[in-house]
């Protein structure tokens, strides 16, 4: 976790001559002290353009002092450095405007490299002395050991940082070359001769300096100094096709400033995403025409490699020019507890739904995941673990009781062994004499359906409730397997409501969902499939008693040894339907996460498995149940 963290700086706007730092860029440095505490190390910084104000390097000793107080600040912590040209750092001169009229945006190669050839360096001139500058604040934290390839020779480029078996490919992109004046919004150009030279960079630096690595770059970050919305029209949609190609730039994220505000966007397209991320500093106060002091940002992304995620901590300055959280950025709830905007790296490479299971020659359905979801998800687990450690509670007191039951009828020394420690000594010899006791197992198997229910219910109740502060409004229940005139129907076996419902509301059904649920093996959804159950749908649409109409269920098949019947339809052959099924229902679309989560997480296993350990100390034979059920009376009536 926590692989790198790039302190991003970006419109610095240095307007003071002398070798002094104006109050606000002291206050960035005690807070940039203050926040390097909670970082181990692999400090990146970079600077997205305007380190001066209005292209006056005149100001370049206080540039330089904030850097030198930056660099003591990082300390060990640091790991490089990059920086890329804004507008401001540009020195205009006559013939920018000239060269602008010779720029056609073309899709030719060879008409690019000679726009290049013939014009880049007069363009270039007007950055001689912000890379002069860059190079000196380069020698401040690299000091004697500064390589010829950290030397920046031009304002845009590839440069690789390699931390440990990680290699981070950062694309230096001058957006500031075609800036002419106050309005350049929309205006502006990259070139196709820059794109194709920083692609060729690229590739070049594949191969790592370390062998032992693989010749790739495990993340790929674009620096610039405008947002891309800045670009022209044609440009702009030229850039992203380069940033967004697996095959060209293959970028992760792009870094800006310029706008003197803070944004997270994203791009993608089927095969790639793009994270956007835009902070500033911006104007000096002293030129701000506001009353009050301008809100000034800078940003911290912290990158965690292994789970594909970046935290994004967003400061500002407020009116007294000092920083603090800021908070209006993180529109959710959870973001504004945490301080941070939590989002992943690469949205290709994240499951962001779940698959929702449908019946056989359909393909899976997906519930898109939301910060509500991951919440859900929480409650869900929690519900799961308390069903299962209560039930395994229940069965030990079925145990006691059907021991306290049977010890006069089997004589054995080992009953009390098994029923109450599991011990499977005698278990063949003991399941033989519990057969004789037939009408005892069958109680407390009802009785333990019966628990099943009303447990599940009370603790998704219960859950839910911590959740919202809601009451939620279920329906928990059983059914078992009836042949009536030839025809197979699945009736009310055991069951326990919400609300003082008391499940009159549950017919006989045929089948529908539940010999889908049986064939597929999986949880199936009513609503995910409508195709298979139009009966209950519309049986559900035609209820007069609002209290009945219910909003979804999920209909699933307990596996355990024996939930199986075998019997001969019409034509002689032989078919396989279930014996019991079990089912929730809601009553309010609020709960259906709940549903698509015990379809996903297969909530009839925890079914299965707490009947499995029932039937592992309880011999129940079907055929002596289905009579002991027809003989209990108008519980199972309807």
Same mark, same amino acid.
């Given at each position: 976790?926590?692989?790198?963290?790039?302190?991003?700086?970006?419109?610095?706007?240095?307007?003071?001559?002398?070798?002094?730092?104006?109050?606000?860029?002291?206050?960035?440095?005690?807070?940039?002290?203050?926040?390097?505490?909670?970082?181990?190390?692999?400090?990146?910084?970079?600077?997205?353009?305007?380190?001066?104000?209005?292209?006056?390097?005149?100001?370049?000793?206080?540039?330089?002092?904030?850097?030198?107080?930056?660099?003591?600040?990082?300390?060990?912590?640091?790991?490089?450095?990059?920086?890329?040209?804004?507008?401001?750092?540009?020195?205009?001169?006559?013939?920018?405007?000239?060269?602008?009229?010779?720029?056609?945006?073309?899709?030719?190669?060879?008409?690019?490299?000679?726009?290049?050839?013939?014009?880049?360096?007069?363009?270039?001139?007007?950055?001689?002395?912000?890379?002069?500058?860059?190079?000196?604040?380069?020698?401040?934290?690299?000091?004697?050991?500064?390589?010829?390839?950290?030397?920046?020779?031009?304002?845009?480029?590839?440069?690789?940082?390699?931390?440990?078996?990680?290699?981070?490919?950062?694309?230096?992109?001058?957006?500031?070359?075609?800036?002419?004046?106050?309005?350049?919004?929309?205006?502006?150009?990259?070139?196709?001769?820059?794109?194709?030279?920083?692609?060729?960079?690229?590739?070049?630096?594949?191969?790592?300096?370390?062998?032992?690595?693989?010749?790739?770059?495990?993340?790929?970050?674009?620096?610039?100094?405008?947002?891309?919305?800045?670009?022209?029209?044609?440009?702009?949609?030229?850039?992203?096709?380069?940033?967004?190609?697996?095959?060209?730039?293959?970028?992760?994220?792009?870094?800006?400033?310029?706008?003197?505000?803070?944004?997270?966007?994203?791009?993608?397209?089927?095969?790639?995403?793009?994270?956007?991320?835009?902070?500033?500093?911006?104007?000096?106060?002293?030129?701000?025409?506001?009353?009050?002091?301008?809100?000034?940002?800078?940003?911290?992304?912290?990158?965690?490699?292994?789970?594909?995620?970046?935290?994004?901590?967003?400061?500002?300055?407020?009116?007294?020019?000092?920083?603090?959280?800021?908070?209006?950025?993180?529109?959710?709830?959870?973001?504004?507890?945490?301080?941070?905007?939590?989002?992943?790296?690469?949205?290709?490479?994240?499951?962001?739904?779940?698959?929702?299971?449908?019946?056989?020659?359909?393909?899976?359905?997906?519930?898109?995941?939301?910060?509500?979801?991951?919440?859900?998800?929480?409650?869900?687990?929690?519900?799961?673990?308390?069903?299962?450690?209560?039930?395994?509670?229940?069965?030990?007191?079925?145990?006691?009781?059907?021991?306290?039951?049977?010890?006069?009828?089997?004589?054995?020394?080992?009953?009390?062994?098994?029923?109450?420690?599991?011990?499977?000594?005698?278990?063949?010899?003991?399941?033989?004499?519990?057969?004789?006791?037939?009408?005892?197992?069958?109680?407390?198997?009802?009785?333990?359906?019966?628990?099943?229910?009303?447990?599940?219910?009370? +603790?998704?109740?219960?859950? %839910? /409730? #911590?959740? !919202?502060?809601?009451?939620? &409004?279920?329906? *928990?229940?059983?059914?078992?397997?009836?042949?009536?005139?030839?025809?197979?129907?699945?009736?009310?076996?055991?069951?326990?409501?919400?609300?003082?419902?008391?499940?009159?509301?549950?017919?006989?059904?045929?089948?529908?969902?539940?010999?889908?649920?049986?064939?597929?093996?999986?949880?199936?959804?009513?609503?995910?499939?409508?195709?298979?159950?139009?009966?209950?749908?519309?049986?559900?649409?035609?209820?007069?008693?609002?209290?009945?109409?219910?909003?979804?269920?999920?209909?699933?098949?307990?596996?355990?040894?024996?939930?199986?019947?075998?019997?001969?339809?019409?034509?002689?052959?032989?078919?396989?339907?279930?014996?019991?099924?079990?089912?929730?229902?809601?009553?309010?679309? +609020?709960?259906?996460?709940? %549903? /698509? #989560?015990? !379809?996903?997480?297969?909530? &009839?296993?925890? *079914?299965?498995?707490?009947?499995?350990?029932?039937?592992?100390?309880?011999?129940?034979?079907?055929?002596?149940?289905?009579?002991?059920?027809?003989?209990?009376?108008?519980?199972?009536?309807?």
């Amino acid at each position: 976790m926590n692989d790198f963290t790039i302190l991003h700086l970006s419109d610095l706007h240095f307007n003071v001559k002398n070798n002094i730092l104006p109050t606000l860029m002291n206050n960035l440095l005690d807070d940039i002290a203050d926040q390097v505490k909670f970082i181990d190390n692999n400090i990146i910084i970079v600077v997205t353009g305007d380190l001066i104000h209005k292209g006056n390097y005149e100001y370049e000793a206080s540039v330089l002092k904030f850097f030198r107080a930056l660099s003591k600040i990082i300390g060990d912590k640091f790991q490089d450095i990059y920086i890329v040209p804004g507008n401001h750092d540009k020195e205009r001169n006559a013939i920018d405007k000239m060269i602008l009229e010779k720029y056609v945006f073309t899709e030719n190669d060879s008409i690019a490299r000679k726009f290049k050839a013939k014009y880049w360096q007069y363009i270039s001139y007007a950055f001689n002395r912000h890379l002069k500058l860059v190079e000196k604040i380069y020698k401040i934290f690299y000091k004697k050991n500064l390589t010829k390839h950290m030397i920046i020779k031009e304002t845009y480029g590839v440069n690789v940082t390699e931390i440990g078996n990680i290699r981070i490919a950062f694309i230096r992109l001058n957006t500031a070359w075609a800036c002419v004046g106050d309005k350049d919004e929309r205006k502006l150009k990259i070139g196709l001769f820059q794109l194709m030279d920083i692609y060729e960079q690229y590739e070049s630096k594949k191969i790592p300096s370390n062998k032992e690595l693989k010749n790739e770059y495990t993340i790929t970050i674009t620096l610039a100094h405008h947002p891309l919305n800045w670009l022209d029209g044609r440009e702009e949609t030229r850039v992203q096709s380069y940033l967004l190609s697996n095959a060209l730039l293959n970028t992760d994220i792009y870094i800006s400033g310029h706008i003197h505000d803070r944004d997270v966007i994203n791009f993608h397209n089927t095969t790639h995403s793009l994270n956007t991320l835009v902070s500033g500093i911006g104007w000096p106060d002293s030129e701000n025409l506001s009353s009050s002091a301008y809100e000034h940002t800078y940003s911290w992304y912290t990158f965690n490699l292994d789970v594909n995620s970046i935290d994004v901590y967003v400061r500002k300055s407020d009116k007294a020019g000092t920083f603090e959280t800021d908070t209006s950025i993180y529109t959710r709830p959870l973001f504004k507890e945490e301080e941070k905007i939590a989002m992943p790296i690469n949205e290709n490479k994240t499951q962001a739904f779940i698959e929702i299971s449908t019946i056989k020659g359909r393909t899976t359905k997906v519930a898109y995941m939301t910060t509500k979801s991951l919440i859900w998800m929480k409650s869900y687990m929690n519900i799961a673990i308390k069903i299962k450690a209560k039930l395994k509670m229940e069965l030990e007191k079925i145990r006691k009781q059907a021991y306290e039951e049977l010890a006069g009828d089997i004589n054995s020394e080992n009953l009390m062994d098994f029923l109450l420690g599991g011990d499977s000594t005698a278990r063949d010899e003991l399941r033989m004499s519990m057969e004789q006791n037939d009408d005892v197992i069958n109680k407390e198997f009802d009785a333990f359906l019966g628990v099943i229910c009303r447990d599940i219910l009370k +603790i998704i109740e219960d859950e %839910l /409730y #911590l959740l !919202d502060r809601k009451k939620h &409004d279920l329906r *928990v229940h059983f059914r078992k397997l009836y042949f009536e005139e030839n025809k197979s129907v699945y009736k009310k076996l055991s069951v326990d409501c919400s609300n003082g419902r008391n499940g009159t509301g549950m017919r006989p059904i045929n089948g529908e969902l539940i010999m889908a649920a049986f064939e597929t093996a999986t949880p199936l959804i009513a609503s995910v499939n409508k195709s298979i159950c139009r009966e209950s749908i519309n049986d559900n649409n035609k209820k007069t008693d609002k209290n009945q109409i219910w909003s979804d269920f999920i209909t699933m098949i307990p596996q355990f040894t024996g939930n199986e019947v075998k019997y001969r339809d019409d034509k002689n052959n032989w078919k396989s339907i279930p014996w019991i099924t079990f089912g929730v229902t809601i009553y309010s679309c +609020i709960d259906k996460s709940l %549903l /698509y #989560l015990m !379809d996903y997480y297969r909530f &009839d296993k925890l *079914v299965t498995e707490s009947i499995d350990e029932f039937l592992w100390f309880f011999p129940v034979a079907r055929e002596s149940f289905d009579k002991y059920v027809k003989t209990t009376g108008e519980k199972y009536e309807w």
